[in-house]
């Protein structure tokens, strides 16, 4: 598993890449680089499934 890291607004926003080579984005690290609230953007992600599943495989919200 392979991490790059890249600077977004002055917040840090890691891609992950794994195994299987996927790339894998934090929903938190988006939510604190675009200064929107970590539970909002992970509900309104959920909520919206349907209109992710053309630009990704999965989609898994950790709680941190």
Known sequence: MNM???IFRDKT?????????????PVNDV???IGYDREVL???VHRNMDLFK?????????LE
């Open 54 to 62: 053309n630009y990704c495989s999965l989609v898994i919200i950790v």
């Open 13 to 25: 926003v890691r891609f992950i890449r794994n195994d299987g080579n996927e790339i894998w984005v």
């Open 4 to 6: 790059a890291l890249e």
């Open 42 to 44: 992970r509900r309104l």
């Open 31 to 33: 939510a604190d680089a």
